[in-house]
């Protein structure tokens, strides 16, 4: 059960649909496939997906990072002494979706070594989480079309909306499309990327005030330190720190310090050994949480399910679940499907999934 290789595979697979949002857009997966083997044949597998416009990443700083640091610092560990490898992980700054996708690899072998699924391994609340589907920029009518479908053809009722553009029209006419057109019964929630200043913010907060919202996200920096708390004190919904609040104590000092009411959870930067901490945190101070999307594929999308499902916390609202729907094509032999606007955890040891040997050798980069 010891770790004996660890590696790091990049690939792109392009996008049907580009997603556009205030902090950027993404129109390949140019991720980075991690995978932990052990000395008894066992193989753990997690996907890192780079996101430079948030975090500073890229495909060839994950790589970089998980052979010549992270993975000489795992190799003859066994796969329960996870604090450990969190302790020595730790000791390198920086780089969130490289040091979780192999924690989260480390945690898929250890299921599967012991022949348990990753989600009891993890809590075991519940099996399923509801879909919450993230809406890029675009017009009006076209963002109303892909919800209404996205709700026809797989019964998801909840919605995040990108708003950060300028003029804030631009987005408050959005959300008033969405509404008229999908009726009260959905569930809509904004996220800004930053892309406002405070008193945009609070302008569009106002004018959106009768449109039933859920959640307000990052609409302004985190770093307009006390523009952000003023905002925040008059946000008559949760106000949900994302990018803002990466580690458990970032949480902390962003809710104390009064510039967040709730917590984005996001595996792809927090694997699942830190976001446990998270969660415990989220727990404690009696935050709502949201299970968050990096823009993740399938596999990335089995992993947040796999921990959002087991807690009653994460899994209490609908989890951003389905970006991958706009992928041209992914890694798994058996695709993902969300019906009923639920996605379901895989049966199987670890995470469950399978990674197709044939795609996989189509759109690596390595070779
Ligand atoms: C999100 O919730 O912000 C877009 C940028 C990023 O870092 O994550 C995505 C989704
Ligand atoms: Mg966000």
């Not at 004996?4 to 697979?13: L, T």
């Not at 104390?256 to 792809?268: D, E, H, P």
């Amino acid at each position: 059960m010891k770790i004996s290789r660890v590696e790091a595979i990049p690939y792109s697979i392009p996008y049907r649909k580009p997603l556009r949002f205030a902090s950027g857009e993404v129109h390949a997966a140019e991720h980075v496939l991690v995978r932990v083997h052990t000395d008894d044949g066992v193989v753990g597998v997690a996907d890192a997906p780079p996101r430079p416009f948030t975090y500073g990443e890229t495909q060839g700083s994950v790589i970089s990072v998980v052979e010549g640091i992270f993975a000489p610092a795992v190799v003859g560990l066994t796969l329960w002494e996870r604090e450990s490898m969190h302790g020595r992980l730790g000791r390198t700054v920086g780089n969130p979706a490289a040091r979780s996708a192999l924690d989260m690899a480390v945690w898929d072998a250890l299921g599967r070594s012991v022949d348990q699924p990753v989600s009891t391994l993890l809590g075991g609340w519940t099996d399923r989480m509801r879909v919450s589907h993230m809406l890029g920029f675009d017009e009006p009518a076209a963002m109303v079309a892909e919800a209404t479908r996205m709700r026809e053809v797989h019964g998801i009722t909840t919605f995040k909306v990108k708003v950060g553009r300028h003029p804030h029209q631009l987005d408050t006419a959005v959300v008033r499309a969405l509404r008229e057109g999908l009726g009260d019964d959905v569930e809509l929630y904004v996220d800004g990327n930053r892309g406002w200043s405070a008193s945009e913010a609070a302008q569009a907060m106002a004018e959106m005030a009768d449109l039933g919202l859920l959640f307000a996200e990052e609409l302004c920096p985190a770093d307009d330190v006390l523009s952000r708390r003023w905002l925040v004190q008059q946000c008559p919904v949760p106000f949900i720190a994302d990018e803002s609040a990466v580690t458990p104590a970032d949480v902390t000092r962003e809710i104390l310090g009064g510039s967040a009411t709730a917590v984005s959870i996001k595996v792809a930067r927090t694997g699942f050994t830190t976001s446990r901490r998270t969660h415990h945190l989220c727990e404690g101070l009696g935050l709502e949480v949201v299970m968050g999307n990096q823009i993740d594929g399938q596999l990335g999308s089995m992993c947040t399910v796999a921990f959002g499902s087991a807690f009653e916390l994460t899994s209490r609202r609908a989890g951003e679940l389905s970006n991958f729907l706009d992928m041209s094509d992914d890694l798994l032999t058996e695709p993902l499907e969300i019906r009923g606007g639920e996605l379901v955890v895989r049966p199987g040891a670890g995470l469950g999934v399978e990674i197709d040997a044939d795609k996989l050798e189509h759109y690596r980069q390595d070779r």
